[in-house]
Nanobody, 130 residues
Framework: QLQLVESGGGLVQPGGSLRLSCVAS????????IGWFRQAPGKEREGVSC????????NYADSVKGRFTISRDNAKNTVYLQMNSLKPEDTAVYYC???????????????????????WGQGTQVTVSS
């Protein structure tokens, strides 16, 4: 089993920044494509960004493009989500997820299909408010 633990959430003013971390442990052979998702109250979980196992491929949802940056340090089994120019509509619980799929899910249109991810963290709350 692979365990994922997110951290770095908190309360920030509009225009501020946060960096989320997702640390993997356990069966890290399944530590392949990683996705960041978020879920606001009363809304469905949505994909925010993903990164391939090597880090060479990344993707961003239109709502965060140009403001968020995903990266990974495989030596530390950690994926980061740098969030800049935060807006109130970014308020949500943020989750990282990992897929066991061997191919580069991040290249596919199904990259944010939650059913394709096998492992999920517990989530970290991000609140953007003045």
């Amino acid at each position: 089993q692979l365990q994922l633990v997110e951290s770095g959430g908190g309360l920030v003013q509009p225009g501020g920044s946060l960096r989320l971390s997702c640390v993997a442990s356990g069966f890290t052979k399944d530590y392949r494509t990683i996705g960041w998702f978020r879920q606001a109250p009363g809304k469905e979980r949505e994909g925010v960004s993903c990164i391939s196992s090597s880090g060479a491929s990344t993707n961003y949802a239109d709502s965060v493009k140009g403001r968020f940056t995903i990266s990974r340090d495989n030596a530390k089994n950690t994926v980061y989500l740098q969030m800049n120019s935060l807006k109130p509509e970014d308020t949500a619980v943020y989750y990282c997820a990992a897929t066991k799929l061997a191919y580069n899910l991040c290249l596919l249109s199904a990259r944010y299909d939650t059913a394709r991810y096998d492992y999920w963290g517990q989530g970290t709350q991000v609140t953007v408010s003045s």
